[in-house]
């Protein structure tokens, strides 16, 4: 379950027809709309406010118009902002200014993040953060019944009330501006503390496009061969996505051709981003949270970092001995990271930076924020005070930075998937199952002299040997088991792979055709 809401919404890929109707927005309009009057306990005098933004996909406005109505209906004002990125959303509810009817007491992103075009969803945020799954089953639960009691004249009365109660708004202003100040403010307030840097912006066709424009050229930033700045619904170049390869590759060829000083990348919302230094060297899976570290432990000595469970142990040997910081390895899941480094100031361990290696990263100073754009700006403020104290040299103070980490020469991800209806399974749930594999696992490692379990570990079995580890997990939301590996040599992590396959070829109901083949016995 994820802490937003998503469906299929245009036609257009075979066997997935559409289930997020306009209908549909509309009763989880009133369902938010109600969800929230009681969360707030607002009186019946006092009218709430919802600010809604979406990214650049085809069903946007569409669905724009449907939940607002929902909210119209419900008896709430509505703000719409128009293409906005997810962060912002957020920001609008924390935001103190009259003039953009900010606060908003709620806030409403749609977006599908990088899924494919015909997919649309819904993100929620109140001034507490992004709702978690509980409020969402909640919000779920409403929006079935106020669905089936939807009629005709219901339908019509909204419609009305919706021209009435509902105003648009540019935040994306307020929200571009601030991250300027702050980069103007940590390079010691000089207006222009990017002049001469030559960087380009991917925004893949979604809605980080703002970027180039907005951030990057008033703080005197060149950003020409930025590229997919407009957006277009449909993806035409690449999945807006910093973890896919295709789109990893565009950027980097962009900072070559371009001989630019750094390149950024956003996904479809911008809450998550990764940057390529002037050689073409990609900061993004565990060197961005080498880096994000680095920064943020200059800034906050000792602090914790909390990072999702597939880091390398290159990573935390960098964090603990090179930067002098913690390194907590948690689950999979930025909302699990942000909440347990929530969790961990909350019991007097200091942690500033929550990080996964897709490149959703947070920091306590922006609210555990979520946001791409701002991970981007703390890279931009190492920029211009390296600049503004006398150091020049491109983006080489931040390769310089990450010195000293150590990456496997080799990794992989093998999914081994559950066959649900598999006898083997005995009717049981493929977690069940799933479970049993990884006991089993867990058991078999003690008895290898060559393996040691990790000492503190939060998610799957996970194992270091052979020069490298390997971790295998229950993946989040289905019944696969990813094996992650990463090692010296493929010689090394097939030793691992083999290690696995041990314990796990008796698992009939487990496919293991993709690890036999990576072990190279199929």
């Known amino acids: 379950m994820h802490s937003d809401i998503r469906g299929v919404a245009v036609n257009g890929v075979e066997g997935e027809p559409v289930n997020l109707t306009e209908p549909v927005a509309e009763a989880i309009g009133a369902a938010f709309a109600a969800w929230l009057v009681e969360k707030k306990k607002a009186a019946a005098s006092q009218h709430l406010r919802?600010?809604?933004?979406?990214?650049?996909?085809?069903?946007?406005?569409?669905?724009?118009?449907?939940?607002?109505?929902?909210?119209?209906?419900?008896?709430?004002?509505?703000?719409?902002?128009?293409?906005?990125?997810?962060?912002?959303?957020?920001?609008?509810?924390?935001?103190?200014?009259?003039?953009?009817?900010?606060?908003?007491?709620?806030s409403i992103m749609i977006t599908a993040s990088?899924?494919?075009?015909?997919?649309?969803?819904?993100?929620?945020?109140?001034?507490?953060?992004?709702?978690?799954?509980?409020?969402?089953?909640?919000?779920?639960?409403?929006?079935?019944?106020?669905?089936?009691?939807?009629?005709?004249?219901?339908?019509?009365?909204?419609?009305?009330?919706?021209?009435l109660a509902t105003r648009g708004v540019d935040y994306m202003i307020v929200y571009t501006s601030d991250l300027v100040k702050a980069v103007r403010k940590a390079a010691g307030n000089i207006e222009k503390p990017l002049e001469g840097f030559h960087i380009v912006v991917d925004a893949g066709n979604g809605a980080g496009g703002f970027f180039a424009a907005k951030?990057?050229?008033?703080?005197?930033?060149?950003?020409?061969?930025?590229?997919f700045l407009e957006p277009d619904g449909l993806f035409p170049n690449h999945i807006p996505n910093p973890e896919d390869k295709t789109a990893m590759k565009a950027i980097t060829q962009a900072v070559l051709d371009n001989k630019a000083d750094l390149g950024i990348i956003f996904d479809t919302d911008v809450d998550r981003s990764a940057a390529v230094d002037s050689t073409g060297r990609e900061f993004n899976r565990n060197r961005l949270i080498a880096l994000m570290a680095a920064i943020?432990?200059?800034?906050?000595?000792?602090?914790?970092?909390?990072?999702?469970?597939?880091?390398?142990?290159?990573?935390?040997?960098?964090?603990?001995k090179k930067l002098g910081g913690k390194h907590h390895r948690f689950k999979r899941g930025y909302k699990n990271v942000i909440d347990e480094a929530i969790r961990l100031n909350s019991i007097g361990e200091e942690s500033h930076l929550a990080i996964e290696t897709s490149g959703h990263g947070a920091l306590k100073e922006n609210h555990w924020l979520d946001d791409g754009a701002y991970l981007m700006v703390k890279i931009l403020n190492k920029l211009a005070s390296a600049r503004a104290s006398g150091m020049s040299g491109g983006s080489k103070v931040l390769t310089d930075l990450i010195?000293?980490?150590?990456?496997?020469?080799?990794?992989?991800?093998?999914?081994?998937?559950?066959?649900?209806?598999?006898?083997?399974?005995?009717?049981?749930?493929?977690?069940?199952?799933?479970?049993?594999?990884?006991?089993?696992?867990?058991?078999?490692?003690?008895?290898?002299?060559?393996?040691?379990?990790?000492?503190?570990?939060?998610?799957?079995?996970?194992?270091?040997?052979?020069?490298?580890?390997?971790?295998?997990?229950?993946?989040?939301?289905?019944?696969?088991?990813?094996?992650?590996?990463?090692?010296?040599?493929?010689?090394?992590?097939?030793?691992?792979?083999?290690?696995?396959?041990?314990?796990?070829?008796?698992?009939?109901?487990?496919?293991?055709?993709?690890?036999?083949?990576?072990?190279?016995?199929?």
């Open 403 to 522: 010195e000293g980490l150590q990456e496997p020469a080799f990794a992989v991800e093998v999914r081994l998937k559950i066959s649900q209806n598999h006898p083997d399974l005995k009717g049981g749930s493929f977690r069940e199952y799933g479970e049993a594999v990884l006991k089993h696992l867990e058991n078999l490692i003690g008895s290898d002299p060559c393996l040691q379990k990790a000492p503190v570990n939060y998610e799957g079995v996970r194992v270091s040997g052979y020069g490298g580890w390997f971790l295998l997990r229950l993946s989040l939301h289905d019944p696969i088991l990813p094996l992650n590996i990463e090692a010296q040599s493929n010689g090394d992590a097939v030793k691992l792979g083999l290690a696995v396959l041990a314990a796990v070829k008796d698992f009939a109901g487990l496919d293991i055709s993709a690890l036999n083949k990576f072990v190279g016995t199929s």
């Open 215 to 227: 951030v990057l050229e008033p703080l005197g930033a060149i950003t020409s061969g930025s590229q």
């Open 50 to 106: 919802v600010s809604i933004g979406h990214d650049s996909r085809i069903s946007a406005k569409l669905l724009q118009n449907a939940i607002s109505r929902g909210l119209a209906g419900a008896g709430l004002e509505v703000v719409q902002y128009g293409l906005a990125s997810t962060p912002a959303m957020f920001n609008s509810t924390l935001t103190k200014d009259d003039s953009f009817l900010c606060p908003a007491d709620g």
């Open 296 to 320: 943020i432990l200059e800034e906050h000595p000792g602090t914790t970092i909390v990072t999702d469970s597939v880091t390398s142990d290159g990573l935390t040997t960098f964090i603990e």
């Open 114 to 163: 990088h899924l494919p075009f015909n997919r649309n969803g819904f993100k929620f945020f109140t001034n507490d953060g992004g709702l978690g799954k509980a409020d969402i089953k909640d919000i779920l639960e409403r929006t079935a019944d106020l669905y089936n009691q939807f009629t005709a004249e219901s339908l019509r009365n909204s419609e009305r009330k919706v021209s």
